[in-house]
């Protein structure tokens, strides 16, 4: 195996691992997803929602129950993913720092950490899905895979960006679950069925609740604002590798003191 490979592997390792250990975020995932979309099923009223959708071209129509429900769903898979690549990236810090010392390249360690994002978002993207398909029947089911895998890349970027900019975890708690639920808020077509706000398209969740939408209520489907969630996780995965890269620019590898030369002088008689 070639230097490269073994340092992108190593770092693959150490970061799913990481995840496994993270048993309060495994938990969340199987438990808490389930439960809120449940618990939307139940109390959230029946009634006509009139909205506007920039995927589908126009207006769409939808029960205000299964509209909320799609809503709260990418509200509660975002806050997990984004909770667990913040908790990997802070709490392997001090060892992504002595990789670093032991000569492994500070990009092996983030495509490692990309690599996980992937697998983590997509996992829990087809999961959240299925689950809203158990309460309801969606017009385009892969496609609503699709908008919430790009919700949850979004989401990760952020959680590693922060990971690196952080210095305590109740900072990053605070920071991603109001995000998420500012941004789910506004994005919520029950309490804002114009979507024209100025800015609301700069949120990570916008272009992929817009297409959650669409794929779960109609049959147009722009695949353009998939774009929206990479340039997110482009943007912020490339922030948390550069404060890392420079909170570490003066480590070199360790090397062992080099022996000292010997002497040929020749001893003077006396």
Do not use: K
């Not at 060892?95 to 690599?115: I, M, N």
């Not at 892969?142 to 959680?159: D, E, F, P, Q």
């Not at 420079?246 to 040929?264: D, E, I, K, Q």
């Amino acid at each position: 195996m070639s230097r490269r490979a073994a340092g992108f592997t190593t770092a693959l390792r150490f970061t799913l691992a990481a995840h496994v250990r993270n048993r309060l975020a495994l938990v969340l995932a199987v438990t808490f997803i389930p439960l809120w979309i449940l618990v939307v099923r139940e109390t959230a009223y029946h009634a006509g929602l009139h909205f506007q959708n920039h995927p589908a071209g126009g207006y769409l129509t939808a029960d205000n129950n299964r509209a909320t429900q799609v809503n709260c769903a990418l509200n509660a898979v975002t806050v997990i993913v984004g909770f667990m690549m913040f908790m990997e990236t802070f709490q392997s810090g001090p060892l992504d720092r002595r990789l670093v010392l032991a000569g492994y390249p500070r990009r092996h360690l983030t495509a490692g950490r990309v690599v996980s994002l992937l697998a983590v978002s997509g996992a829990l993207a087809l999961y959240t899905v299925l689950l809203l398909h158990l309460s309801f029947r969606q017009e385009q089911f892969w496609r609503l895979a699709l908008a919430v895998l790009m919700a949850n890349l979004a989401y990760g970027g952020i959680g590693i960006m922060l990971g690196t900019l952080l210095r305590g975890e109740l900072e990053g708690f605070f920071v991603i679950i109001m995000l998420s639920l500012m941004d789910a808020a506004l994005q919520n077509p029950g309490m804002n069925p114009l979507a024209d706000q100025p800015g609301l398209e700069l949120l990570p969740m916008y272009t992929s609740s817009q297409l959650a939408y669409a794929a779960a209520f109609d049959t147009a489907y722009d695949h353009t604002y998939l774009l929206g969630g990479l340039v997110w996780c482009v943007l912020t995965t490339a922030t948390g590798l550069l404060f890392f890269s420079l909170r570490t620019r003066g480590y070199r590898r360790v090397r062992a003191p080099a022996a000292p030369a010997p002497s040929h002088d020749v001893p003077l008689r006396e």
